[in-house]
Nanobody, 123 residues
Framework: VQLQASGGGLVQSGGSLRLSCAAS????????IGWFRQAPGKEREGVLC????????YLEDSVKGRFTSSRDPSKNTAYLQMNNLKPEDTAVYYC?????????????????WGQGTLVTVSS
């Protein structure tokens, strides 16, 4: 059971990126998938979570209206679409699997974590 996050990179302020979270060893559709980030020198924080019914729980107010999540069952992959990126969005982004279909804000609930992908937003 694994998750692999990808799609990070360097982007200018106001730009967009789409992160991917590819699942193996389990059916991603049956689980809530959380997105988290850790900026340099800061603690890891929740970004948002997409439930198995495709509802979104925002864990960070600053990304509302800019970040959305989706999933493609045919590819067993979840996505984090990030628009209007700001320098303060610079961080390593992680995806994580919840054992259930429901979103939770507590990090400890998520039992499988991807390796992280670095997003750098220049001003």
């Amino acid at each position: 059971v694994q998750l692999q996050a990808s799609g990070g990179g360097l982007v200018q302020s106001g730009g967009s990126l789409r992160l991917s979270c590819a699942a193996s060893g389990f059916t991603l559709d049956n689980h809530a998938i959380g997105w988290f980030r850790q900026a340099p020198g800061k603690e890891r924080e929740g970004v948002l979570c997409i439930s198995s019914s495709d509802s979104t729980l925002y864990l960070e107010d600053s990304v509302k209206g800019r970040f959305t999540s989706s999933r493609d069952p045919s590819k067993n992959t979840a996505y984090l679409q990030m628009n209007n990126l700001k320098p303060e969005d610079t961080a390593v982004y992680y995806c994580a699997k919840s054992p259930s279909g429901s979103c939770r804000s507590r990090f400890g609930v998520y039992d499988v974590w991807g390796q992280g992908t670095l997003v750098t937003v220049s001003s």
